[in-house]
């Protein structure tokens, strides 16, 4: 990989992920409802319909991922502008994801996120978007083929973890670290098996990873053996042989049958 990875960005690498032309995505916390989700115990009736709000919502997910295919998500900054050679990198990965025959999933907002779709878009692949409502970073990239749009972070996150094989990891903030440790922690915990992360750029990732081996390990809070279920690169050819042997170590999924009656067609 070029050493341009390691570079510093200059502003204009940078992209307002509000700005845009097009309607967008709904912007804002949300409901009231989810504002109170987290504010301490409410009515009984009151928390008896948020379940009832939070189940409708787990049902609308799973309609609308239920036939997206084996699915590879990368996750990543919405900030970067396609000049940047990490949007170079999620582009080329996009593609080369479609390429195995696989969806490619991402937030399906600005930044590595559009280039992961674009990517995919671009080799004839499919291409996903989970959106979650959120005061900024709401625009949606035009590369997608199908997106859905959840209140709940919980929500969000329990869909990118079942209909996902892999997850890619570009470089991002506090959103992309939370998917990040998320998927880490289920692996360590063996809630799900053959499940590579994949931490794509190693100059960025590279005091993360000193952090982990120096501060964590060194203090056992986790295992040095824990250190494996990583892995860095800057190789797509490395990242995309760590997510075909995953596959392989998993297996073929199910194939699901439609019925009309549940209304549910080819997208």
Known sequence: ?????????????????????????PIGPGSADVLEFLTGPRARLSELARVGRIAAEFIRGFRALQFVGPCVTVFGSARFRENHPYYLLAQ???RRIAGLGLTVMTGGGPGLMEAANRGAREAGGRSIGCNIILPA?????????????FRYFFIRKVMLVKYSDSFVVMPGGFGTLDELFEALT????????????????????????DFIRGTL?????IEAVDLDLLTVTDSPDEAIAAIRRG?????PGRRQKRFRVLRERAR
């Open 1 to 25: 990989m070029e050493k341009t990875l390691a570079a510093a960005p200059e502003p204009d690498e940078f992209v307002d992920p509000a700005d845009g032309d097009g309607p967008g995505w």
């Open 92 to 94: 080329d990965m996009g």
């Open 137 to 149: 970073e709401q625009r949606e990239n035009p590369y997608l083929d199908q997106f859905v749009t």
């Open 186 to 209: 289920l692996v360590q915990t063996r809630k799900i098996s053959a499940f590579p992360v994949i931490l794509m750029g190693t100059a960025y990732w590279s005091r993360l990873i």
């Open 217 to 221: 390990v060194r203090n056992r809070t």
């Open 247 to 251: 596959f392989e170590l998993r297996g």
